[in-house]
């Protein structure tokens, strides 16, 4: 069995250049690949849909970074332009076993069914208010930025009862924050100032509580348990992180992949397909995350032919077991919104730490899309898809823009 991590690496490209093609090298070299992250840290990525459901339930992979051997031995640099999203805070993402359930119950008290469903009404206000602002005489605009970025933005601000007023300087340090381009000496201005943005939220909530999801954290309780202050700060940042920009991504790989199949786009627009089966074939096909940080072993965990050791890290490559063929039959590679058991993938994530935002991304795509074409039937792209740009994430599927045209 391979055990070390020294064997050839193959890098992940910080400026994401080829995401579709980065997948299908990970996928081939699975399901188990050593990879390089930005900035030269080696660690495992889990590359197959099967491999990948089994470590996500795994109880040696625990979210601790203290368990990383390289962060003990003072390998990963605090202004490592993705420490933010290996090392974010105290919640539940990042704490396992009991104290995983009870940060998870609590936060559960809070994000309920209904006050996501209570959201649509919402959701659809803002999602026609949108559309009445986009040019209709078919010259060409940015959707990302008039449309799939905005409405997210509204949308986790009410439910967490952020004020708009933060909304740009979010926008700039969220960019900051997932991005491998950002300079070593921004990286913790960046998390501090995030952190205070969050801070000010709860403290504001604290003294004047809302109906909001801050509120409702605040006041969670479990047998007289409740969040501690740095516990809200963090789930807080981190709902707000994953709450936008997987939905963002989620509507602009949807409109690409239906600009592109045009005989797809004429299923659903047609009424002979659901909306639902291009929300569910556009997260497995074009997932909005392309890797999820981080995971560490307490010890040798085989994996097929190979072994993560003990103190070695471990991350989920979304972007290449979506295409699994093993998991999604010999035409994985095809955007096939027919397809059968179209929920199959794990894009949110699989065991106990699933996104706990799934349902309100779902909801929000599901709003926003159907109305989108409804008031557009002619939209498509105003480039060649082969002209759309990655931006250097290398956590997400996320374009620098979407040149459209409504007509």
């Not at 803002?126 to 559309?131: A, C, M, N, Q, S």
């Not at 995350?289 to 995971?295: A, E, P, Y």
């Not at 040798?300 to 032919?305: H, K, S």
């Given at each position: 069995m391979t055990t070390g991590i020294e064997e050839a690496r193959i890098p992940l490209d910080p400026f994401v250049t080829d995401l579709d093609g980065e997948s299908a090298r990970l996928r081939a070299a699975g399901p188990l690949a050593a990879v390089e992250l930005p900035g030269g840290v080696p660690v495992w990525a889990v590359t197959h849909h099967a491999e990948a459901k089994a470590l996500l339930t795994d109880p040696r992979l625990v979210k601790d970074i203290n368990v990383w051997g390289a962060w003990q031995r003072g390998e990963i640099p605090t202004d490592w332009p993705l420490i933010g999203l290996a090392n974010p805070g105290r919640s539940m993402l990042t704490v396992d076993g009991a104290e995983h359930r009870r940060l998870r119950t609590l936060v559960a008290q809070a994000l309920t069914v209904r006050r996501v469903e209570h959201?649509?009404?919402?959701?659809?206000?803002?999602?026609?208010?949108?559309?009445?602002?986009?040019?209709?005489?078919?010259?060409?605009?940015?959707?990302?930025?008039?449309?799939?970025?905005?409405?997210?933005?509204?949308?986790?601000?009410?439910?967490?009862?952020?004020?708009?007023?933060?909304?740009?300087?979010?926008?700039?340090?969220?960019e900051k924050f997932f991005s491998t381009q950002t300079p070593p000496e921004e990286v913790v201005a960046t998390l501090t100032e995030l952190a205070g943005i969050m801070a000010d939220t709860v403290a504001a909530k604290r003294a004047a509580p809302g109906d909001d999801l801050t509120s409702a954290l605040i006041l969670a309780s479990e047998n007289g348990d409740h969040l501690t202050d740095e516990e809200i700060v963090s789930t807080l940042q981190?709902?707000?992180?994953?709450?936008?920009?997987?939905?963002?991504?989620?509507?602009?790989?949807?409109?690409?992949?239906?600009?592109?199949?045009?005989?797809?786009?004429?299923?659903?627009?047609?009424?002979?397909?659901?909306?639902?089966?291009?929300?569910?074939?556009?997260?497995?096909?074009?997932?909005?995350?392309?890797?999820?940080?981080?995971?560490?072993?307490?010890?040798?965990?085989?994996?097929?032919?190979?072994?993560?050791?003990?103190?070695?890290?471990?991350?989920?490559?979304?972007?290449?077991?979506?295409?699994?063929?093993r998991a999604h039959g010999p035409t994985a590679g095809a955007f096939d919104i027919t397809r059968d058991s179209p929920s199959r993938h794990i894009s949110f994530g699989h065991g106990p730490h699933v996104c706990p935002g799934a349902a309100l991304s779902r909801l929000e795509a599901g709003v926003a899309l159907p109305a989108l074409y409804a008031r557009f039937p002619r939209l498509d792209l105003a480039v060649p898809a082969s002209e759309l740009r990655n931006k250097p994430v290398v956590t997400q599927n996320d374009l620098f823009e979407l040149p459209v045209r409504t007509a």
């Open positions: 959201m649509r009404g919402r959701i659809t206000e803002l999602t026609d208010r949108l559309l009445d602002e986009l040019p209709a005489d078919g010259g060409v605009f940015d959707l990302k930025a008039a449309f799939a970025y905005p409405l997210p933005m509204y949308v986790v601000a009410d439910l967490m009862g952020i004020e708009e007023a933060r909304l740009p300087r979010l926008k700039v340090l969220f981190l709902m707000v992180a994953a709450g936008h920009e997987t939905t963002i991504s989620l509507i602009v790989n949807a409109v690409v992949n239906l600009s592109t199949h045009p005989e797809q786009r004429a299923l659903v627009l047609s009424g002979r397909a659901e909306w639902s089966a291009v929300i569910e074939e556009t997260l497995r096909w074009s997932t909005p995350t392309s890797h999820v940080l981080i995971r560490f072993a307490t010890e040798d965990v085989p994996v097929g032919d190979r072994v993560i050791p003990a103190g070695d890290a471990l991350i989920v490559s979304y972007g290449a077991l979506g295409r699994d063929e």
